[in-house]
């Protein structure tokens, strides 16, 4: 998984793995869904995050046991 942030055009993007996107989704304004061909989540696009993630410069990653 990767997470990117681009400051420049104020986009977060949550990648859970690497594929071909097949389709799309933008259910709610700012926020892509991107599919792969058997209708699997690929990642996340989130739009003027830092209006929406606290810090997009910052991560922090947690392992519940």
């Known amino acids: 998984m990767k997470v990117i942030y681009d400051p420049a055009t104020d986009i977060m993007r949550i990648v ?3 594929a071909i996107v097949e389709d799309y989704s933008e259910d709610r304004p700012g926020v892509k869904v991107d599919y792969d061909l058997e209708d699997k ?7 003027n995050a830092s209006q929406i993630v606290e810090d997009p410069r910052s991560l922090e990653h947690l392992i519940l046991d």
């Open 41 to 47: 989540i690929i990642a996340l696009e989130i739009q």
């Open 16 to 18: 859970f793995r690497e």
